[in-house]
């Protein structure tokens, strides 16, 4: 089979062939039908995180081909989403399904699937354990296969911000790529708070506005945003900023435009740090860096998909063609999700 992998940092994924996998047991082969083409990817493409190569591609959903011995309570052909942040299953966190804060995270040989252990940028990927599938139900795993990270990591953010966004709060979604264009979505669908939305490009901008953001502001020039921003929430300043992007003009954006009491959620793996002085973020501001989501709230990702209330806008392309989308990722010059389909 074909499959999209990392080799070494610093170098574009290669393509190659490799056996078909065969699930040990307790294992699961999922026959991929889309696997997303994460920001994250790019980072882990760019730096030495993984001394070894793998297969990519850490946002999955596709059909059960095979059960490993002693796998239940599943059947070939059943549609799944994978659930992308593999704990060790064991721990408080895990038990909980809280993976993505698993406790023995640091002894872990892999983080997930596509990220240190094959991932689903092949035909077929091999998923160690049943507990980390999400049934479908009737939506297209093409289509949904964002919901496992683009919809979920912004769900998990939002969910646990929650109290701030009453009626007449202000919430600023910076960042409307792949994550941050279910992020508008989610908040729409979830809470009655005002929502400005903040890119650089126009074009993402726009997209926002289609989705149901109320105001956007171009962020290009941080000192005119900052001021655009600030006569758009007032004195009193924005209740919630999410960063989809994570650098440091961003950062620093949402430390100025929030008000006391407020909260920031930092998403994005951009490189900036956020600086801490009295009063700056403001006093009473509590600052977040949330990472993926829970297997239960991708269960709710997932329930609010499948009654209609957030999609992933995906652009759907071959396997093949994963080192050009890669790059056109890199550029900016994707709308929404790309989905690549082994
Ligand atoms: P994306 O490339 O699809 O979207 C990024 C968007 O940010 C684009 O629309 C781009 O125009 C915009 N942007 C870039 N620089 C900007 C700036 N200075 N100001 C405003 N907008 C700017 O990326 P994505 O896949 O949505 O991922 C977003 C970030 O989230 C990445 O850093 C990724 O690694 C990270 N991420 C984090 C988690 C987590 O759990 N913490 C999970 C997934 C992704
Ligand atoms: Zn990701
Ligand atoms: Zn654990």
């Known amino acids: 089979m074909k499959a999209v992998r990392y080799v070494q940092a610093g170098r574009p994924p290669e393509i190659v062939d490799l056996p078909t996998p065969t699930p040990g047991p307790g294992q699961v082969l999922l026959r991929v039908a889309g696997a997303g083409v994460c920001h994250s990817d790019l980072h882990v493409l760019d730096h030495p995180m993984f001394p070894h190569a793998f297969t990519l591609g850490h946002e999955n959903a596709g059909h059960i081909a095979a059960l490993g011995e002693g796998v239940a309570g599943w059947k070939e052909g059943d549609a799944v989403a994978v659930y992308g942040p593999w704990g060790c299953g064991h721990c408080h966190a895990c038990q909980g399904s809280a993976e993505n804060y698993c406790e023995q995270h640091a002894s872990l040989p892999v983080m997930g699937g596509g990220l240190g252990a094959d991932g689903g940028m092949a035909e077929y990927m091999i998923v160690p354990s049943p507990r980390l599938l999400v049934p479908l139900g009737k939506l297209d795993p093409v289509q949904a296969a964002p919901l496992s990270d683009a919809a979920l990591t912004p769900y998990h953010a939002i969910k646990a911000a929650l109290p701030w966004l009453r009626p007449g709060a202000d919430v600023v979604v910076i ?10 979505q989610l908040l729409k669908a979830l809470t009655p708070a005002r929502l400005i939305a903040c890119d650089i490009d126009e074009a993402k901008l726009a997209h926002a506005r289609a989705l149901g953001a109320d105001h956007t502001v171009n962020t290009r020039d941080a000192k ?14 924005a209740d919630v900023a999410l960063d989809f992007v994570g650098a440091q003009p961003t950062v620093d954006l949402c430390a100025r435009i929030v008000g006391r009491a407020s909260r920031i959620a930092v998403v994005g793996l951009g490189g900036g740090t956020l600086h801490y002085a009295a009063n700056q973020p403001p006093y009473g501001c509590e600052v977040s860096v949330p990472y ?21 806008e995906v652009e759907a392309f071959p396997l093949e063609q994963a080192v050009d989308v890669y790059q056109r990722l890199r550029e900016g010059r994707i709308q929404g999700r790309a989905v690549l389909m082994p």
């Open 175 to 184: 960042g409307i790529g792949g994550l941050g264009h279910m992020a508008v």
């Open 224 to 237: 005119q945003a900052a001021e655009a921003l600030r006569a758009l929430v007032g004195a009193r300043g």
């Open 292 to 312: 993926w989501g829970s297997r239960t709230e991708l269960m709710e990702v997932i329930a609010l998909a499948e009654a209609g209330r957030i999609h992933a």
